[in-house]
């Protein structure tokens, strides 16, 4: 035990001396004229760093950060992202002219893939009434831009016509058979009249799908060359949901300003062509879009149904 105390008391001692002699160097150094260049080369590399100060300030400044600790309720938990475009919305309950909302809503989107373009409409509809039911397609004066996959249910001589106009399966029992098997690489399925009794049994595995054909849909039809185009150039179909809601997918946010203005055009002149008979009183009660991860914008109904369409141009 005594040889520890003599040892840690040794150490202290040495500590202290240590202290002394660093302190007594120092102000030896600080007397002594002959570290003048030492001092220059410090003066030298203040300079430098002022410089490089200096050009850091003219150029871009990067996009703020933020601080989590200094946010808020709902936005501590939300995105960098969210957070710098969330001041470029006005706010859902403003409604703005539709070509000026399209170019805030590609501005929005900035997502490192090619974002869609997606309308929600309001109706005053109840789905649960057959007279205010509303199910049909539109076909967009600029396309969807995707690709689309036809299959064609038919037989005869129409498969030769079916393959002619671009259709990517064609077939009549042989590609039944493959659709109840499990094939299913094809984004719509068209028939003839004739198919549609040897349709019934795809109905599990089209029906949850959205895929088996539908005269409402424009999928059964006897003149395929007409039908199949439409749909390559971009007729699309468009129901509401229970809640009297659409939702459409119009293009995408690299579309130029004026096609998605099109396309915007074209379903709203749809929607009004096809207004159901027993929809009563007002028959719009919002319009947004938005981009797939954007925020919102609201569209003012009544100056879009005021705009020339592509029929009225011509």
Same mark, same amino acid.
């Given at each position: 035990m005594a040889?520890?105390?003599d040892?840690?008391?040794?150490?202290?001692?040495?500590s202290s001396?240590?202290?002394?002699?660093?302190r007594?160097?120092?102000?030896?150094?600080?007397?002594?004229t002959?570290?003048?260049?030492r001092?220059?080369?410090?003066?030298c590399?203040v300079?430098?760093?002022t410089?490089?100060?200096e050009a850091t300030a003219?150029?871009?400044? !990067?996009a *703020? &950060?933020?601080?989590?600790?200094?946010?808020? #309720?709902p =936005?501590?938990h939300?995105s960098?992202r969210?957070?710098?475009i969330?001041?470029?919305?006005p706010?859902?309950?403003?409604?703005?002219?539709?070509l000026?909302?399209?170019?805030?809503m590609?501005?929005?989107a900035?997502?490192?893939f090619a974002e869609?373009?997606e309308?929600h409409l309001?109706?005053?509809?109840?789905?649960?009434y057959?007279?205010q039911?509303?199910r049909t397609t539109?076909?967009?004066p600029?396309?969807?831009?995707n690709?689309i996959?036809?299959?064609?249910?038919?037989?005869g001589d129409?498969? !030769?016509? *079916? &393959?002619a106009?671009?259709?990517?399966f064609? #077939?009549s =029992?042989d590609?039944?058979?493959?659709?109840?098997?499990?094939?299913?690489?094809?984004?719509?399925?068209?028939?003839?009249?004739d198919?549609?009794?040897?349709?019934a049994?795809?109905?599990?595995?089209?029906g949850?799908?959205?895929l088996?054909?539908?005269?409402?849909?424009?999928t059964?039809?006897?003149?395929?060359?007409?039908?199949i185009?439409?749909?390559k150039?971009?007729k699309?179909?468009y129901?509401c949901?229970?809640?009297?809601i659409v939702?459409?997918?119009?293009?995408l946010?690299?579309?130029?300003a004026?096609?998605?203005?099109?396309?915007l055009?074209?379903?709203?002149?749809?929607?009004?062509?096809?207004r159901p008979?027993?929809?009563?009183?007002?028959?719009?009660?919002?319009?947004?879009?938005?981009?797939t991860?954007?925020p919102s914008?609201?569209?003012?109904?009544?100056?879009l149904?005021?705009l020339?369409?592509a029929?009225e141009k011509?």
């Open positions: 040889a520890i105390m040892l840690t008391v040794s150490q202290v001692s040495c001396l240590h202290t002394v002699s660093l007594n160097a120092k102000s030896h150094i600080s007397s002594v002959c570290f003048e260049p001092r220059a080369r410090t003066v590399k300079s430098l760093t410089t490089a100060e003219e150029a871009p400044k !990067a *703020a &950060k933020f601080d989590r600790k200094t946010l808020k #309720g =936005d501590r939300r960098r969210f957070l710098s969330q001041g470029l919305s706010g859902r309950k403003v409604e703005l002219e539709a000026d909302a399209i170019k805030m590609q501005s929005t900035t997502a490192s869609k373009a309308v309001r109706l005053n509809l109840d789905p649960k057959a007279d039911q509303l539109v076909s967009l600029a396309g969807t831009g690709t996959r036809l299959a064609v249910l038919c037989q129409n498969e !030769a016509l *079916a &393959k106009a671009g259709a990517d064609v #077939g =029992d590609l039944i058979n493959e659709i109840a098997g499990g094939m299913m690489d094809f984004d719509i399925l068209i028939a003839t009249p198919m549609m009794p040897k349709c049994r795809l109905g599990r595995q089209l949850p799908r959205g088996m054909p539908n005269p409402k849909a424009g059964v039809s006897t003149d395929l060359n007409a039908t185009n439409e749909f150039m971009g699309v179909e129901r949901d229970k809640t009297g939702h459409l997918a119009f293009g946010n690299n579309f130029s004026e096609d998605l203005l099109s396309n055009k074209a379903i709203q002149e749809s929607v009004d062509l096809n008979s027993g929809c009563k009183g007002v028959y719009w009660k919002s319009m947004y879009i938005c981009s991860m954007g914008f609201r569209i003012n109904v009544g100056a149904r005021a020339a369409g029929d011509a």
